[in-house]
């Protein structure tokens, strides 16, 4: 037995997230489908993570098991050849059989943007924030994060994961340097909740309006309660930027 992971990137607009869904298209099911095709047998994947309706993806990991070697330079360019044009497959590459795509990930990195103004380019890709933020006061919240491990108040209700505890890693917004109108909160921990991200980009962007306090802010996480929390934040402007693995779990 062989486990080969699978890097790829992908625009959500037209997915219903990662995970396999009944009666919806996933980005998950599409690459199972296109590699059971080229292996000529049915053949699953495992991703890193989840991402919901729409969230984009500069950088996936999957990994799937074959019986047999594969010529993994080969299989990426077929791949290429018969997935859609909004997924695509940087490279494959095989790894030792404990390896696991989501478990032995050290960390995940996600950006979230917002636009200050209109640009016809951003509009798939970023927020259009139609009210005046204090950046500095949001990145002084984001600065809490990293005073706690237990994010349940940004957690999806009714999900079976087994702890809300999370390592934050990196957390903070920053303009960009090409376009004074887009700016970029970057998020890095171990491990995150079911829609974590939007929920915390959402709460930030209520301390920005100036309506949520610093202590309101800390008082929401201590309270556990995703109720107490803002409102997600759109999908469309978050994108997963990478995931972190140890180099001894990969053969070659």
Same mark, same amino acid.
């Given at each position: 037995?062989?486990? *080969?992971?699978?890097?790829?990137? &992908?625009?959500?607009?037209? &997915? !219903?997230?990662?995970?396999?869904?009944?009666?919806?298209?996933?980005?998950?099911?599409?690459?199972?489908?296109?590699?059971?095709?080229?292996?000529?047998?049915?053949? %699953?994947?495992?991703?890193?993570?989840?991402?919901?309706?729409?969230?984009?993806?500069?950088?996936?990991?999957?990994?799937?098991?074959?019986?047999?070697?594969?010529?993994?330079?080969?299989?990426? !360019?077929?791949?290429?050849?018969?997935?859609?044009?909004?997924?695509?497959?940087?490279?494959?590459?095989?790894?030792?059989?404990?390896?696991?795509?989501?478990?032995?990930?050290? %960390?995940?990195? &996600?950006?979230?943007?917002?636009?200050?103004?209109?640009?016809? *380019?951003?509009? =798939?890709?970023?927020?259009?924030?139609? *009210?005046?933020?204090?950046?500095?006061?949001?990145?002084?919240?984001?600065?809490?994060?990293?005073?706690?491990?237990?994010?349940?108040?940004?957690?999806?209700?009714?999900?079976?994961?087994?702890?809300?505890?999370?390592?934050?890693?990196?957390?903070?917004?920053?303009?960009?340097?090409?376009?004074?109108?887009?700016?970029?909160?970057?998020?890095?921990?171990?491990? *995150?909740?079911?829609?974590?991200?939007?929920?915390?980009?959402?709460?930030?962007?209520?301390?920005?309006?100036?309506?949520?306090?610093?202590?309101? #802010?800390?008082?929401?996480?201590? =309270?556990?309660?995703?109720?107490?929390?803002?409102? %997600?934040?759109?999908?469309?402007?978050?994108?997963?930027?990478?995931?972190?693995?140890?180099?001894?779990? #990969?053969?070659?």
């Amino acid at each position: 037995m062989h486990r *080969f992971f699978i890097y790829l990137s &992908y625009d959500g607009e037209n &997915y !219903h997230g990662w995970q396999l869904q009944p009666n919806a298209v996933t980005v998950q099911q599409r690459l199972q489908e296109c590699l059971s095709i080229l292996l000529r047998c049915p053949t %699953s994947v495992v991703g890193a993570g989840r991402t919901d309706a729409g969230v984009h993806a500069k950088l996936m990991v999957a990994h799937f098991n074959s019986e047999s070697e594969i010529d993994s330079g080969l299989l990426a !360019h077929k791949l290429n050849q018969i997935l859609p044009p909004d997924i695509a497959i940087f490279k494959i590459r095989e790894a030792t059989l404990d390896a696991h795509a989501r478990f032995s990930a050290r %960390s995940r990195t &996600y950006k979230y943007y917002i636009s200050t103004a209109k640009q016809p *380019f951003y509009r =798939q890709y970023a927020w259009r924030n139609y *009210f005046p933020l204090n950046y500095e006061l949001m990145n002084e919240a984001a600065k809490i994060l990293f005073e706690y491990d237990d994010f349940t108040s940004f957690a999806r209700l009714h999900t079976d994961v087994k702890t809300n505890i999370c390592h934050m890693m990196q957390a903070h917004w920053e303009r960009s340097t090409e376009d004074g109108t887009l700016w970029i909160f970057t998020i890095q921990a171990d491990r *995150f909740l079911r829609n974590m991200v939007r929920a915390i980009v959402g709460t930030l962007v209520e301390v920005g309006r100036e309506k949520l306090s610093l202590d309101g #802010f800390r008082r929401i996480i201590e =309270q556990k309660d995703r109720c107490k929390a803002g409102g %997600s934040a759109p999908g469309y402007a978050l994108f997963l930027e990478d995931i972190e693995y140890n180099d001894d779990l #990969f053969i070659k």
